[in-house]
T-cell receptor, first 113, second 110 residues
């Protein structure tokens, strides 16, 4: 049972470079999320997709874009990376919204130099 | 604005002890509260979800309680084991988005 799969696990970028973080879930969940986790802070929501075909901004969307490619896949793109985007990024999914249990991927450690 | 606090940030106890982790929130208008476990370098695993109408949930040696009126939840771990060492995070569903605490890092000493 794969659950939520994120790639890559680690990435180092130079300031100004772009990249896309990939996320896929095999649980037929409707809702998907992208979070970032910084030391000493709780997770912060970047973007979420309540259902296929919809995306909405979370608490910290600036500098990011997302695509809900289909029901399984939800990608996060950094168009011009900045050092402030150095963080651990987590993708998560739930059957329907935040009222259900969330299932997480193993995370992407991103460093922007 | 909903804020979630977990105190202490770190806790170290000997194996076998019963312990309580705390989570407090500022706005009692929540839909549910979840407790998660995070192991180093890994994602989060949902442990317990308490709906706003519930007072507690149990899973094995874990028991989570919810007191909305006082804005508090506790996670009780019975007979702690070294394998329980991890960071424990709570999150409240406030307006259909989860608001997270920063977590309590728990170390169980053999």
């Amino acid at each position: 049972n794969a659950g939520v799969t994120q790639t890559p696990k680690f990435q180092v970028l130079k300031t100004g470079q772009s990249m896309t973080l990939q996320c896929a879930q095999d649980m037929n969940h409707n809702s998907m999320y992208w979070y970032r986790q910084d030391p000493g802070m709780g997770l912060r929501l970047i973007y979420y997709s309540a259902s296929e075909g919809t995306t909405d901004k979370g608490e910290v969307p600036n500098g990011y874009n997302v695509s809900r490619l289909n029901k399984r896949e939800f990608s996060l793109r950094l168009e011009s990376a900045a050092p402030s985007q150095t963080s651990v990024y987590f993708c998560a999914s739930s059957e329907q919204g935040a009222q259900e249990k969330l299932f997480f991927g193993s995370g992407t450690q991103l460093s922007v130099l | 604005k909903q804020e979630v606090t977990q105190i202490p940030a770190a806790l170290s106890v000997p194996e076998g002890e019963n312990l309580v982790l705390n989570c407090s929130f500022t706005d009692s208008a929540i839909y549910n509260l979840q407790w998660f476990r995070q192991d180093p370098g890994k994602g989060l695993t949902s442990l317990l979800l308490i709906q706003s109408s519930q007072r507690e949930q149990t899973s094995g040696r874990l028991n989570a309680s919810l007191d909305k009126s006082s804005g508090r939840s506790t996670l009780y771990i019975a007979a702690s084991q070294p394998g329980d060492s991890a960071t424990y995070l709570c999150a409240v569903d406030s307006n259909y988005q989860l608001i997270w605490g920063a977590g309590t890092k728990l170390i169980i000493k053999p």
